[in-house]
C-alpha cells in the first residue's frame, strides 16, 4: 500500500510562483509513474503532468505535461526522500484548482492523496 500527502496549496496571485509537493510513503519500488492531476471548480478531474519511474510503462517514457501547463509548471522528485514535487511559475486564475498526486503502479491500480487547494486570484 502506497499513501501519498499532498501540501503547499495556498493563494497566489496571478503570475506567482507555487511549489506542491507530494510525500509517499509505502512500498512504492513497483510504481510505474509519478503524476500530478486537478480538478477546477465544477470540472472534471484533468491531467496535468506525469513522471515515468523507468519500469516500462508503454506510451509514458518521457515526463510530460498538459498543453495548458507547458512551459510553466515542472514535475520533479527527489528518490532519496521519495517525494514528488510540482514546481508552478506564472500562475494563471484557470489554474485554481485542487491538486493531486498520483502514483501509478499498473494493472488498472493507482493511488491518490487528499489534494490540496490552489487558488490564484488577484
Known amino acids: 500500500q502506497v499513501q501519498l500527502v499532498e501540501s503547499g496549496g495556498g493563494l497566489v496571485q496571478p503570475g506567482g510562483s507555487l511549489t506542491l509537493p507530494c510525500a509517499a510513503s509505502?512500498?512504492?519500488?513497483?510504481?510505474?509513474?509519478m503524476c500530478w492531476f486537478r480538478r477546477a471548480p465544477g470540472k472534471q478531474r484533468q491531467f496535468v503532468a506525469v513522471?515515468?519511474?523507468?519500469?516500462?510503462?508503454?506510451?509514458?517514457?518521457?515526463?510530460n505535461y498538459a498543453e495548458a501547463v507547458k512551459g510553466r509548471f515542472t514535475i520533479s522528485r527527489d528518490n532519496a526522500k521519495n517525494m514528488v514535487y510540482l514546481q508552478m511559475n506564472n500562475l494563471k486564475l484557470e489554474d485554481t484548482a485542487v491538486y493531486y498526486c498520483?502514483?501509478?503502479?499498473?494493472?488498472?491500480?493507482?493511488?491518490w492523496g487528499q489534494g490540496t487547494q490552489v487558488t490564484v486570484s488577484s
Open positions: 509505502g512500498d512504492i519500488s513497483n510504481i510505474k509513474a
Open positions: 513522471m515515468p519511474t523507468g519500469q516500462g510503462i508503454t506510451g509514458a517514457d518521457t515526463t
Open positions: 498520483n502514483f501509478y503502479a499498473g494493472d488498472g491500480i493507482d493511488y
